[in-house]
């Protein structure tokens, strides 16, 4: 089913961003919520609660409004920071969060 981003105020773009944040939460472990909720945050969204933001990821889930190719992009994007980051500074403290707005309408996304 196609949900209008009209009807609930979340863009394509929002739904990729919402997913990095997700996934970079350690989703089911304790304080998932305010990670996720800081890290959304820090991509410059207006604040919403952690159990707000993890409504929408059910919804993006459910309702299948990013696809599985897109959610696996995310998940390789996450990976590759990650790896980049440990190898680039194995000894410093990283910032926790992401580079403002991680998938843009501008990038190429999909086949």
Known sequence: AVVSTQSTGWSHEDNMNLMYCYYQSKPGTAGCWERIRR?????GYPD???GQLV???RSIR???LLSDIELMEIQSTIAAITTAAGAANAHASQPTGAPPRVFNTTMAIGP
């Open 62 to 64: 459910k309702s299948e």
């Open 39 to 43: 890290l959304w945050s820090n991509l």
């Open 55 to 57: 409504t929408q990821v």
């Open 48 to 50: 919403k609660t952690g």
